[in-house]
């Protein structure tokens, strides 16, 4: 027998026999390797990137609202539905003051009560204009030892006759909704770019996206704090508090929401709204864009990395995590959840596990130069009013959807673009242009 028939035997027995030796087990728990690319969430608990069959969706009864005072993470002051024509048309404009720049931007919802618009420019000059389009009152709000345009950004909320104002220069300020007057003014310590919570006793805000402040309407002391670790990956404006009864819930700029008693701020939960879009390079910006929406037991919440999560109110526990990200406040009604995505699509989810039920494309790209873009369009919302979703738009274009289908059904022009989400009040759409003009629809 030739010696390679010889080792060619002897090869194939030591392989026969190592077939019939036992396998170890590694001892240790399993982990899902790809829930690494979806921060710490499994693969398989993440919403379904399939369309759901789109069913009517039932909507409440519009109400005919005289007032939009705060934003609408709050049930107590939400309008979740307000009466609008069904094409409405622009019937006034009014200038503010500074529009958007390079340096500073328009980041404040106009709000109303009592017959006054409210508005903050880039510039913090606050503004009560009548709905008429009149000017009541105008009022500088830069400290006397800075200058205009070094700061920018800030929120508003009014109630109880009080517009509570934050700015880019790390100051709350209590004005009489009125006059104008100067009622009282706290130094937050850092930038004050959220819009502030008004309930109860209490005017919630987030500063500095780090630090959380409850402090006494009346005057301006504070309450109590709650503090998260800061994050440079941020984008201008910080979410405002979602209060009820019980909580106060804050959205941080690392992704963090803390679950606070909303009179004596201990915190009874941390959640984190973790992961990313492996395919964009704005996936790395962690904050918190849709900040935290109460409805019924559960808050929403989304980031600019692309997820959105539904959260037990009471535990901070996550119900699910949708693979969308949101960049303003989402809309929960009718057993939807409706979001202006980071993807710049419009989107309505199934409320009960996050699942996509259809998504709308909307204006993307500014300008398209040689291998990039110079600049992506800004959409905010959406509101329901008169029966149709509504999304404004910098594209110069006010968008009105059919919330079951998500079909867009009618357009309106918005002189220079729109810069805020719209509100109504008094059967009339307001949203603020980028010129620095406050814009009346009805």
């Given at each position: 027998m030739k010696r390679s028939s010889i080792i060619l035997g002897m090869t194939a027995a030591a392989v026969i026999a190592g077939c019939t030796e036992r396998e170890e087990i590694l001892p240790g728990t399993r982990e899902d390797p790809r829930a690494i690319l979806s921060g710490g969430v499994p693969a398989d608990a993440l919403a379904a990137d399939v369309a759901r069959e789109a069913s009517t969706v039932r909507l409440p009864k519009a109400v005919q609202n005289n007032a939009w005072t705060q934003s609408s993470g709050t049930p107590k002051t939400r309008v979740l539905h307000a009466s609008l024509s069904a094409a409405p048309q622009l019937v006034w404009s009014a200038d503010i003051g500074a529009g958007d720049g390079r340096r500073n931007r328009i980041t404040a919802d106009p709000v109303v009560a009592d017959?006054?618009?409210?508005?903050?420019?880039?510039?913090?000059?606050?503004?009560?204009?009548?709905?008429?389009?009149?000017?009541?009152?105008?009022?500088?709000?830069?400290?006397?030892?800075?200058?205009?345009?070094?700061?920018?950004?800030?929120?508003?909320?009014?109630?109880?006759?009080?517009?509570?104002?934050?700015?880019?220069?790390?100051?709350?300020?209590?004005?009489?909704?009125?006059?104008?007057?100067?009622?009282?003014?706290?130094?937050?310590?850092?930038?004050?770019?959220?819009?502030?919570?008004?309930?109860?006793?209490?005017?919630?805000?987030?500063?500095?996206?780090?630090?959380?402040?409850?402090?006494?309407?009346?005057?301006?002391?504070?309450?109590?704090?709650?503090?998260?670790?800061?994050?440079?990956?941020?984008?201008?404006?910080?979410?405002?508090?979602?209060?009820?009864?019980?909580?106060?819930?804050?959205?941080?700029?690392?992704?963090?929401?803390?679950?606070?008693?909303?009179?004596?701020?201990?915190?009874?939960?941390?959640?984190?709204?973790?992961?990313?879009?492996?395919?964009?390079?704005?996936?790395?910006?962690?904050?918190?864009?849709?900040?935290?929406?109460?409805?019924?037991?559960?808050?929403?919440?989304?980031?600019?990395?692309?997820?959105?999560?539904?959260?037990?109110?009471?535990?901070?526990?996550?119900?699910?995590?949708?693979?969308?990200?949101?960049?303003?406040?989402?809309?929960?009604?009718?057993?939807?959840?409706?979001?202006?995505?980071?993807?710049?699509?419009?989107?309505?989810?199934?409320?009960?596990?996050?699942?996509?039920?259809?998504?709308?494309k909307l204006p993307d790209l500014l300008k398209l130069k040689q291998r990039k873009a110079s600049e992506v369009y800004a959409h905010y919302g959406p509101i329901l009013a008169g029966g149709q979703l509504i999304v404004a738009s910098n594209d110069g274009v006010l968008r009105f959807f059919d919330p079951t289908t998500g079909e867009m059904t009618r357009s309106v022009e918005v002189p220079g673009g729109a810069t805020t989400a719209p509100v109504v009040a008094g059967g009339t759409l307001y949203v603020v242009g980028t010129k620095g003009q406050l814009h009346a629809f009805r």
């Open positions: 017959g006054r618009i409210f508005t903050l420019d880039s510039e913090a000059r606050v503004s009560a204009t009548g709905t008429n389009g009149a000017a009541i009152w105008s009022r500088d709000l830069t400290p006397s030892r800075d200058k205009s345009g070094e700061a920018t950004g800030g929120g508003l909320a009014v109630a109880g006759g009080t517009l509570y104002v934050t700015s880019g220069f790390g100051l709350l300020t209590a004005l009489d909704a009125a006059t104008g007057e100067e009622v009282w003014q706290q130094d937050l310590g850092s930038t004050g770019s959220g819009a502030p919570t008004v309930f109860g006793d209490l005017v919630y805000v987030l500063g500095g996206d780090d630090t959380g402040w409850a402090l006494e309407r009346d005057t301006g002391r504070i309450r109590w704090q709650t503090s998260q670790s800061g994050d440079v990956n941020n984008v201008l404006g910080a979410p405002a508090p979602a209060v009820n009864d019980r909580f106060a819930i804050f959205a941080f700029g690392d992704g963090a929401l803390h679950g606070t008693f909303r009179n004596g701020g201990l915190r009874m939960w941390t959640a984190f709204v973790a992961g990313q879009r492996r395919s964009s390079a704005l996936a790395k910006v962690n904050d918190v864009t849709a900040g935290p929406v109460i409805s019924g037991d559960r808050v929403y919440v989304g980031s600019h990395s692309g997820r959105l999560l539904a959260l037990d109110l009471d535990t901070g526990n996550r119900v699910w995590t949708a693979r969308e990200g949101a960049i303003s406040p989402v809309l929960v009604v009718g057993g939807s959840v409706f979001a202006v995505s980071d993807e710049n699509e419009l989107i309505r989810l199934d409320a009960r596990d996050g699942v996509k039920i259809w998504s709308k």
